[in-house]
């Protein structure tokens, strides 16, 4: 069964540092997200992706954000100047498409991110 | 502000049991997912529902979409232990973009 995978599945980074984590959707599907879940918390939207440009994104996702499509089948989530905060776990989802149940998001299995 | 509120946020039953959690909102949702999501993992898709009203019965697990779609609820018959874990129900909001905003999800633990 096709699966979005993530990798690496941890990265620890210093404060100030930048990282970039990969994920590869599953191959028929347009529509590309990330999300984060800070330990105990729900899991937040950060953006998505839709013909090579963002499509929609959160209060969250800042200048020190940025995400590419490099490839054909590799989507990618950098974060520039690592802080304490952005320590969390980081999901890749993709869809279909965006109506009823073609719009149904299949999650990775995250990168845990540690920034000391 | 919280979108989508869950209850109860932790349930702790026997194996046997039937058990339902919920999911409602002041919001209409143009569509609603739940997931099942184990610890350090990412959430697994469950179901969607789409239409108001709309029930969907997966095995033992029956999951029902309020007429006005602003609720859904997650029904469990005799629960086995194999069904602990989180409960988390995610909805795109109607006529806001394509986000899923997630509630925080229920807690089930099913003991032998």
């Known amino acids: 069964e096709p699966e979005v995978t993530q990798t690496p599945s941890h990265q620890v980074t210093q404060m100030g540092q930048e990282v970039i984590l990969r994920c590869v959707p599953i191959s028929n599907h347009l529509y590309f997200y990330w999300y984060r879940q800070i330990l105990g918390q729900k899991v937040e939207f950060l953006v998505s992706f839709y013909n090579n440009e963002i499509s929609e994104k959160s209060e969250i996702f800042d200048d020190q954000f940025s995400v590419e499509r490099p490839d054909g089948s590799n989507f990618t989530l950098k974060i520039r100047s690592t802080k304490l905060e952005d320590s969390a776990m980081y999901f890749c989802a993709s869809s279909y498409g965006l109506a009823g149940s073609s719009y149904e998001q299949y999650f990775g299995p995250g990168t845990r991110l540690t920034v000391t | 502000t919280q979108l989508l509120e869950q209850s109860p946020q932790f349930l702790s039953i026997q194996e046997g049991e039937n058990l339902t959690v919920y999911c409602n909102s002041s919001s209409v949702f143009s569509s609603l997912q739940w997931y099942r999501q184990e610890p350090g993992e990412g959430p697994v898709l469950l179901v969607t529902?789409?239409?108001?009203?709309e029930v969907k019965k997966l095995k033992r697990l029956t999951f029902q979409f309020g007429d006005a779609r602003k609720d859904s609820s997650l029904h469990i018959t005799a629960a086995q232990p194999g069904d602990t874990g989180l409960y988390l129900c995610a909805g795109v909001a109607a006529n806001s973009g394509y986000a899923l905003n997630f509630g925080k999800g229920t807690s089930l633990l099913v003991t032998p």
């Open positions: 529902v789409v239409t108001g009203g």
